[in-house]
């Protein structure tokens, strides 16, 4: 039988895998659309630095929510 406490954790991590496909499926976008632009260029050159920000900020969450999905499923 299971405790409260493992069907919060349960859910939780069932959460956070969400999560972290979202995450995923935002930083392939991002990376694609950080691509494209670069396939294109000088057209467009000045959106680098706003379409590079929003790629990285993609990865930087997707690394965290990642890190924390990896914490939540093998606990030291």
Do not use: Y
Request: charged share 35%; hydrophobic share 45%; aromatic share 6%.
């Amino acid at each position: 039988m299971e405790t409260v406490f493992e069907k919060e954790t349960m859910s939780e991590l069932q959460e956070l895998k969400k999560r972290v496909r979202k995450l995923q499926s935002r930083a392939g976008n991002a990376k694609m659309e950080l691509h494209d632009l670069a396939e294109d260029l000088p057209v467009n050159w000045s959106e680098i630095m706003a379409v590079a920000k929003k790629t990285f900020q993609a990865f930087v969450e997707l690394d965290a929510a990642k890190r924390e999905l990896a914490a939540l499923e093998n606990p030291t």
